[in-house]
T-cell receptor, first 114, second 111 residues
Framework: DSGVTQTPKHLITATGQRVTLRCSPRSGDLSVYWYQQSLDQGLQFLIQYYNGEERAKGNILERFSAQQFPDLHSELNLSSLELGDSALYFC?????????????FGQGTRLTVV | TQLLEQSPQFLSIQEGENLTVYCNSSSVFSSLQWYRQEPGEGPVLLVTVVTGGEVKKLKRLTFQFGDARKDSSLHITAAQPGDTGLYLCAGSNFGNEKLTFGTGTRLTIIP
């Protein structure tokens, strides 16, 4: 158990819908990172928050957004869903503003868009 | 964009054999990490290497960071079925410290 909790574990929804994925970081960790893992693209960095503020952006679509709340949990919002958004979405956390030394991943949310 | 290519993409070997997985890039990284991911789980960190030429051992696993910090290898001796999984390398650079993941090597150890 990494200490990073993601809910829900599985999500099936229709095209055009909106979903929210939730992540609770390890106790004490200030950084949260979101990654998307698909079969053809591997693990792709989406966005990072550190202590409530957006710190880095990767290949995140405009239809996607995220935030980190005062209690440090984070939510990833995916809207106007398309079939191609089906993937595993992982959250990772680290103590510092860096994954340079150690980061811990949650078990992921498997999103299926039908 | 920094890319990390892993080879081979798939590897299936008998229990007890040795194997090496490679992670290559044209870019320099300040550090490189290796993860193992099992089905239905998130990646789990195995090791971090930060110095060119560095070698780290974790039981039967030996990790090496290239002298130029552009490549890395993972060597497993006497592979066991429990080693089965997706092995991912990931690099980062100071000032841009999110991880860039490699393409992955899916390893299957046959009992």
């Amino acid at each position: 158990d990494s200490g990073v909790t993601q809910t829900p574990k599985h999500l099936i929804t229709a095209t055009g819908q909106r979903v929210t994925l939730r992540c609770s970081p390890r106790s004490g960790d200030l950084s949260v990172y979101w990654y998307q893992q698909s079969l053809d693209q591997g693990l792709q960095f989406l966005i990072q928050y550190y202590n409530g503020e957006e710190r880095a952006k990767g290949n995140i679509l405009e239809r996607f957004s995220a935030q980190q709340f005062p209690d440090l949990h984070s939510e990833l919002n995916l809207s106007s869903l398309e079939l191609g958004d089906s993937a595993l979405y992982f959250c990772a956390s680290s103590l510092l503003d860096s994954m340079n030394t150690e980061a811990f991943f949650g078990q992921g949310t498997r999103l299926t868009v039908v | 964009t920094q890319l990390l290519e892993q080879s081979p993409q798939f590897l299936s070997i008998q229990e007890g054999e040795n194997l090496t997985v490679y992670c290559n890039s044209s870019s320099v990284f300040s550090s490189l990490q290796w993860y193992r991911q099992e089905p239905g789980e998130g990646p789990v960190l195995l090791v971090t290497v930060v110095t060119g030429g560095e070698v780290k051992k974790l039981k039967r696993l030996t990790f090496q960071f290239g002298d130029a910090r552009k490549d890395s290898s993972l060597h497993i001796t006497a592979a066991q079925p429990g080693d089965t999984g997706l092995y991912l390398c990931a690099g980062s650079n100071f000032g841009n410290e999110k991880l860039t993941f490699g393409t992955g090597t899916r390893l299957t150890i046959i009992p």
